[in-house]
């Protein structure tokens, strides 16, 4: 059974860092592309970046470009998100995502990240 | 504002069918066939149950349908079941950023 789930949100004040962590188990975790994707409170779904299954490429959206970092650790089975330089506009709850030719087959519970002071 | 364009809300009575649209560009939804769809209810995750325009994931009932015409793709449930109230979201490979844009979501009330 495909499982993904996702730890480290939590409140932050603005201008604020969190590393969102996503634990994968039952598939082949370095085959896949995985992606994040946030869902703002009472909102629809905004991808915000995905990486390559080994890890050698990474995109984003140009709204966090410069600020949030895509990673990956094959070896542990997880993917990564260092959430920098937060705004009230990045609240939202974040879920990962496995990616195979351009559809997201399986997704985390999501976890929520509160940006506010 | 979504990069794809959806109706907000459809309703139907069990039994009947339902069909939303999915409105994009030449540069998602009309230049690939990479349309996708995903059904959440609420609290929970999304859950794909369309890929590539018209296939099922296994486990998704064959009530499930996926159509495209030009820029515009369309999700078909026939046979309405209490169960299928929910949001559902449409996505797209694009070929300029976002390279993955969803649609705002269509909440389906069932009568």
């Known amino acids: 059974e495909v499982q993904l789930v996702e730890s480290g949100g939590g409140l932050v004040q603005p201008g604020g860092s969190l590393r969102l962590s996503c634990v994968a188990s039952?598939?082949?975790?370095?085959?896949?592309?995985m992606s994040w994707v946030r869902q703002a409170p009472g909102k629809g779904l905004e991808w915000v970046a995905n990486?390559?299954?080994?890890?050698?490429?990474?995109y984003y959206v140009d709204s966090v470009k410069g600020r949030f970092t895509i990673s990956r650790d094959n070896t542990k089975n997880s993917l990564y998100l260092q959430l920098n330089s937060l705004r009230a506009e990045d609240t939202a709850v974040y879920y990962c995502?496995?990616?195979?030719?351009?559809?997201?087959?399986?997704w985390g519970q999501g976890d929520l990240v509160t940006v506010s002071s | 504002q979504s990069a794809l364009s959806q109706p907000a809300s459809v309703s139907g009575s069990p039994g009947q069918s339902i069909t939303i649209s999915c409105t994009g560009t030449?540069?998602?939804?009309?230049?690939?066939?990479?349309v996708s769809w995903y059904q959440q209810h609420p609290g929970e995750a999304p859950r794909l149950m369309i890929y590539?325009?018209?296939k099922r994931p296994s486990g998704v009932s064959n009530r499930f349908s996926g159509s495209k015409s030009g820029n515009t793709a369309s999700l078909t449930i026939s046979g309405l079941q209490t169960e299928d109230e929910a949001v559902y979201y449409c996505?797209?490979?694009?070929?300029?950023?976002?390279?993955?844009?969803f649609g705002g979501g269509t909440k389906l009330t069932v009568l």
């Open positions: 995502a496995t990616e195979e030719w351009n559809r997201f087959d399986f």
């Open positions: 039952g598939f082949n975790f370095n085959t896949y592309w």
């Open positions: 990486i390559k299954h080994d890890g050698s490429a990474t």
């Open positions: 030449s540069s998602d939804v009309g230049g690939y066939d990479f």
């Open positions: 590539e325009v018209t």
């Open positions: 996505g797209s490979k694009r070929n300029t950023n976002p390279f993955r844009v």
